[in-house]
């Protein structure tokens, strides 16, 4: 059973730079063809993808947020990484990793704050 | 980007009765491959987004019978056929044939 697990800081200043990461169990994140996606949700808002990294290393990110968007794979840990520089209130969110559309961890909380 | 409208913004069911869902996409999702990237998911309160039916009408794993998927190029229904207690929550649709992927506005869904 594929599981995915979001982690990082609950709270960052504005300005500088959101990094979470998304640690994979039960599926090996360097097999198989799979997009490994990062998305978030605003409270009480829908859902925004910001992009995603295939298994080859290939990304590809949401035009709104380009500029400010890493996304990385570190196959050695079974992990993925968000990277989202210059932040500001708006990106407060709820931020999910998932594994193509089928799998999705269980989304952690990000607070842009001073 | 392609724009996602989901109607209705609500929905309020009876246990047992049927509900429909519609999504409309400004462009249509029919690939040069032939496949059609429209997705449904339904995000239980306090609960991440989970996939209900991929590619238009396949059910994700584990998906009750009783949830299923229709439509082509820009139109496209989600159904339940028999609602059950546990199906509330928001229902969107997400189209998956170009960047930026983008989803629906949500449709939430009560029980009477």
């Known amino acids: 059973q594929v599981q995915l697990q979001e982690s990082g800081p609950g709270l960052v200043k504005p300005s500088q730079t959101l990094s979470l990461t998304c640690t994979v169990s039960?599926?090996?994140?360097?097999?198989?063809?799979?997009?490994w996606r990062w998305i978030r949700q605003p409270a009480g808002k829908g859902l925004e993808w910001i992009g995603h990294?295939?298994?080859?290393?290939?990304?590809n990110y949401n035009p709104s947020l380009k500029s400010r968007v890493t996304i990385s794979i570190d196959t050695s840990k079974n992990q993925f990484s968000l990277n989202l520089s210059s932040v500001t209130a708006a990106d407060t969110a709820v931020y999910y990793c998932?594994?193509?559309?089928?799998?999705w961890g269980q989304g952690t909380l990000v607070t842009v704050s001073s | 980007d392609i724009v996602m409208t989901q109607t209705p913004l609500s929905l309020s069911v009876t246990p047992g009765q049927p509900a429909s869902i519609s999504c409309k996409s400004s462009?249509?999702?029919?690939?040069?491959?032939?496949?059609?990237?429209l997705y449904w998911f339904l995000q239980k309160p306090g609960q991440s987004p989970q996939l209900l039916i991929y590619e238009v009408s396949s059910r994700f794993s584990g998906v009750p019978d009783r949830f299923s998927g229709s439509g082509s190029g820009t139109e496209f229904t989600l159904t339940v056929s028999r609602v059950e207690a546990e199906d509330v929550g928001v229902y969107y649709c997400?189209?998956?044939?170009?960047?930026?992927?983008?989803f629906g506005g949500g449709t939430n869904v009560e029980i009477k």
């Open positions: 990294i295939y298994t080859s290393g290939t990304t």
């Open positions: 462009q249509s999702l029919l690939h040069s491959n032939g496949k059609t990237y």
């Open positions: 997400m189209q998956g044939v170009q960047f930026p992927l983008t």
């Open positions: 998932a594994r193509g559309s089928g799998y």
């Open positions: 039960g599926d090996s994140i360097s097999s198989g063809t799979y997009y």
